[in-house]
């Protein structure tokens, strides 16, 4: 069984997506929704979801809290997980079809300890394309894997690399530091689908010199930057 678990912060805009397209997969999974506060509808989106008749999964969802972070978040839901496989998924992030019963067919595969997704943003713009590709480049590469990749990695070894460090930023960069050391994470394909929506809100060409800095800064180990550099945008 997979376990899915979602870190949530004021996501009323893209969680009715990301929960509609989840309680289609086909499967084995349960779903933990970790809130880290809320101030929206958030909460209630999750609940009002898990009750709707098109879910298949009503049993198995659970509505978490923690303090706000996404280590936390994530930390917390782990805890609490029940599957061979913890995948954990952005509120604002959609999985390509089949992508649940493609991780139950690997569960029997011990070859397999962890692994994440292809990327692409929504929409048709050229500049969120090319951005995708230098992100997807730089991962085939190096094998770490963002958050917003739907990392999955088997629940004894992400307790046994002690889950994700208790740090407000980059917490899934330094985690994946971690596991490459001990597995060779699996990238798959069809990419999964991350909303472009906070990406056009801040300005394309603004994001993508964040993201171009923030490769720059795992790669070559520059001084930490700081963390106005990772606000939230809603």
């Known amino acids: ?7 949530t912060y004021n996501e009323e805009k893209a969680l009715p997506n990301t929960l509609q397209a989840l309680f289609a997969q086909p499967g084995s999974f ?3 929704l970790v809130d880290g506060g809320s101030t929206d509808r958030t909460r209630a989106i999750a609940k009002e979801s898990a009750l709707s008749p098109q879910s298949s999964v009503l049993s198995t969802v659970r509505c978490l809290t923690a303090p706000k972070g996404r280590a936390s978040q994530m930390n917390a839901g782990a805890k609490q997980a029940n599957g061979e496989w913890l995948l954990f998924l952005h509120a604002d992030t959609i999985l ?4 649940i019963q493609l991780l139950n067919e690997m569960e029997a595969d011990q070859s397999i300890q962890a692994g994440g997704f292809m990327h692409r943003f929504s929409g048709d713009d050229w500049r969120l394309k090319f951005i995708s590709f230098l992100d997807n480049f730089r991962c085939t590469r190096s094998r770490i894997i963002y958050g917003d990749q739907a990392l999955f990695v088997r629940r004894n070894l992400f307790e046994q690399l002690g889950g994700f460090p208790d740090q407000p930023i980059l917490e899934d960069v330094a985690f994946c530091e971690r596991l490459i050391k001990v597995a060779n994470p699996l990238l798959l ?5 991350t909303d472009a929506r906070k990406f056009i809100k801040m300005g394309i060409w603004r994001s993508f ?15 930490v930057l700081p963390r106005t550099f ?3 945008v809603r």
């Open 96 to 99: 390509p079809d089949r992508a």
């Open 230 to 232: 990772f606000q939230d």
């Open 189 to 193: 394909s069809p990419p999964v689908i």
């Open 30 to 32: 349960e779903t933990l």
């Open 1 to 7: 069984m997979i376990s899915v678990i979602i870190p």
């Open 209 to 223: 010199i964040r993201v171009l800095l923030i490769i720059l800064h795992v790669e070559y180990r520059l001084p």
